[in-house]
């Protein structure tokens, strides 16, 4: 299983921002799968923002970023996408996607991890 996170950037406040995650060796629509998007700002430990079932499409977002972001799916393209709308300063970061076969996981259980995107909002 490999994920790899692009679509950082520079953008100001109330920017949008759309990041992807490009996933190989499984397939959407097989098994259990989910994909998240995880967040770390600086000198900040990194948390789920947002996580989607793959198999039927059902997303979650924490309170963050609920009415800003929108996570999707892309199956033919074997891509989560990230919408990032009224970006905020904090909103700064490194930006990771993970996946687990299991779409019950907590973030804290994601087992498979692509490498960063940074986002950097500015005033």
């Known amino acids: 299983v490999q994920l790899q996170a692009s679509g950082g950037g520079l953008v100001q406040v109330g920017d949008s921002l759309r990041l992807s995650c490009k996933a190989s060796?499984?397939?959407?629509?097989?098994?259990?799968?989910?994909i998240g998007w995880f967040h770390q700002a600086p000198g900040k430990a990194r948390e789920g923002i947002s996580s989607?079932?793959?198999?039927?499409?059902?997303?979650r977002y924490e309170d963050s970023v609920k009415g800003r972001f929108t996570i999707s799916q892309d199956d033919a393209e074997n891509t989560v996408y990230l919408q990032m709308s009224d970006l905020k300063i904090e909103d700064t970061g490194v930006y990771y996607c993970?996946?687990?076969?299991?779409?019950?996981?907590?973030?804290?259980?994601?087992?498979?991890w692509g490498r960063g995107t940074q986002v950097t909002v500015s005033s």
């Open positions: 989607i079932q793959l198999l039927f499409g059902n997303a």
């Open positions: 993970a996946a687990t076969e299991d779409s019950d996981s907590r973030f804290e259980e994601y087992n498979h």
């Open positions: 060796g499984f397939a959407f629509r097989e098994d259990d799968w989910a």
